[in-house]
């Protein structure tokens, strides 16, 4: 009997620790959305605190807790413009270490300090620039897509203890996007919580290109895988991840 009390407990413990970091995660994202929207200069700190405070201090295992929340170097990764012939280059661009393998949409990278430019935008976009073919998980037409080294949505194969630099650019004409890391693969629902359990990287939700301006948004962070498994990489747009806007990544 109080076995069963304390258990039922714990339960609801965990429950309203993951509802609160959803219910965190959404106010980020809606302000950070606003944000965007309105041009709105104090977004530096609220970016800061979402890319390098709380969910870098959680992913490295930091034992900081809040505290980068406060600390704030956030200005420094803050999304910078990129030209979107730059950025188009990097489609079919690969890094010497990186090997990518279009027969089985597989990237592999045999160095363990990896830049990974990670371009996010509909299928159509990806497949004129690439002349790829999404995977059948991201088959839908009107959905949206990761080009990674010249493929679309590929399996990324890493050395355990990689540090991996990401370069990610929104080259969408319409559509926000983003890219995190998650131990929870799919499916995934309209509002990707489940990922929200694994998570190893967070970054905001940046706006799409200004093909009139010619530039694109860009991120940059920084992942150290330090364990086997698989991963997942997905956009947490909602809806994105549904409809198959993610990929694989195999540490081994
Ligand atoms: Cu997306």
């Keep these: ?9 714990s339960v609801i413990n965990i429950t309203s620790l993951l509802l609160m970091l959803i219910v965190l995660l959404l106010v980020v994202i809606i302000i950070l959305l606003a ?4 041009g709105f200069s104090m977004m530096n700190g609220i970016a800061g605190m979402m890319g390098a405070g709380m969910f870098s201090n959680m992913m490295n295992g930091g034992s900081g807790g809040y505290a980068g929340m406060m600390g704030g170097t956030g200005s420094s990764i803050l999304s910078s413009r990129i030209n979107i012939s730059t950025a188009e280059s990097y489609a079919n661009k690969s890094p010497s270490y990186a090997y990518a393998y279009p027969s089985n949409n597989t990237v592999l990278f ?9 371009l996010a935008m509909g ?3 990806a497949i004129n620039l690439t002349h790829e073919q999404p995977p059948a998980s991201d088959s839908n037409s009107a959905g949206n897509t990761f ?3 010249g493929l679309i949505n590929p399996t990324l194969i890493i050395t355990k203890g990689a540090i991996v630099h990401i370069e990610f650019i929104n080259l969408d004409s ?10 929870t693969g799919p499916p995934y629902q309209y509002m990707p919580m489940s990922a929200m359990n694994g998570i190893v990287s967070m970054m905001p939700i940046i706006q799409p290109a200004n093909y009139s301006g010619g530039t694109a948004s860009e991120y940059n962070y920084t992942v150290v895988f330090d364990n086997f498994g698989t991963y997942w990489y ?9 409809m198959g806007m993610y990929g694989k990544i195999v540490v081994e």
């Excluded at 009997?1 to 407990?9: E, G, I, L, P, V």
């Excluded at 319409?174 to 131990?183: C, G, R």
């Excluded at 997905?234 to 549904?242: D, K, L, T, V």
């Design 1 to 9: 009997m109080s076995k069963t009390a304390k258990r039922n407990y």
């Design 35 to 38: 944000g965007y929207i309105s």
């Design 110 to 118: 045999t160095s363990n300090n990896i830049t990974l430019v990670v």
């Design 123 to 125: 299928v159509q976009r």
């Design 147 to 149: 080009v990674i080294d």
């Design 174 to 183: 319409s559509e926000y996007h983003n890219v995190i890391m998650t131990a």
């Design 234 to 242: 997905i956009c947490m747009y909602p809806g994105h991840a549904q």
